[in-house]
T-cell receptor, first 113, second 113 residues
Framework: EDQVTQSPEALRLQEGESSSLNCSYTVSGLRGLFWYRQDPGKGPEFLFTLYSAGEEKEKERLKATLTKKESFLHITAPKPEDSATYLCAVQARYGGATNKLIFGTGTLLAVQP | NAGVTQTPKFRILKIGQSMTLQCTQDMNHNYMYWYRQDPGMGLKLIYYSVGAGITDKGEVPNGYNVSRSTTEDFPLRLELAAPSQTSVYFC????????????FGQGTRLTVV
């Protein structure tokens, strides 16, 4: 069964304290892995798409990486405005889930000044 | 740039009432999705559509119905509302192809009392 697991569930950092969020996945051939940011009371906002193992993408203080089993979202020198829930989703290449986006439960990040 | 528009933003229903959550997108996307999000549970897929006239069930379809008569619109119908349907509902759309990211609406917060 296609599955996405994110860890930790919650993470509290001091401003400037770098860390990583994990997204482990089991899927029938990966077509794409997506990272989203969600602020309270709002819909998820797209951050990155990763297609194959070894791929990396960066945007400001965020860097996403992908292996055959997991993805990491690295946050370098975070600021309070990076506080949000970060969601990971996958799209399968084969089977019944090829048209679906399967989401993890997210990591709630709080960055304290 | 309207993107994905959901209405209403908030709604309180009594047990047994029915309602339709509206979703429209102006990006000419083939794929559209309805998710529900409960606290700490991530996004659960209710129904999805790969084009006008084509819909399919997701993980949690019971108690809901959808239709897709046009590319732009994908309404979600709740029949005989139950307290278990209290949730935040998100509509999303994406283009067809390799692995295009999904764009989300701002959500509808529904309370069934």
């Amino acid at each position: 069964e296609d599955q996405v697991t994110q860890s930790p569930e919650a993470l509290r950092l001091q401003e400037g304290e770098s860390s990583s969020l994990n997204c482990s996945y089991t899927v029938s051939g990966l077509r794409g892995l997506f990272w989203y940011r969600q602020d309270p009371g709002k819909g998820p906002e797209f951050l990155f798409t990763l297609y194959s193992a070894g791929e990396e993408k960066e945007k400001e203080r965020l860097k996403a990486t992908l292996t055959k089993k997991e993805s990491f979202l690295h946050i370098t020198a975070p600021k309070p405005e990076d506080s949000a829930t970060y969601l990971c989703a996958v799209q399968a290449r084969y089977g019944g889930a090829t048209n679906k986006l399967i989401f993890g439960t997210g990591t709630l990040l709080a960055v304290q000044p | 740039n309207a993107g994905v528009t959901q209405t209403p933003k908030f709604r309180i229903l009594k047990i047994g009432q029915s309602m339709t959550l509206q979703c429209t997108q102006d990006m000419n996307h083939n794929y559209m999705y309805w998710y529900r999000q409960d606290p700490g549970m991530g996004l659960k897929l209710i129904y999805y559509s790969v084009g006008a006239g084509i819909t399919d069930k997701g993980e949690v379809p019971n108690g809901y119905n959808v239709s897709r008569s046009t590319t732009e619109d994908f309404p979600l119908r709740l029949e005989l509302a139950a307290p278990s349907q209290t949730s935040v509902y998100f509509c999303a759309s994406r283009g067809q192809g390799r692995a295009y990211e999904a764009f989300f609406g701002q959500g509808t917060r529904l309370t069934v009392v």
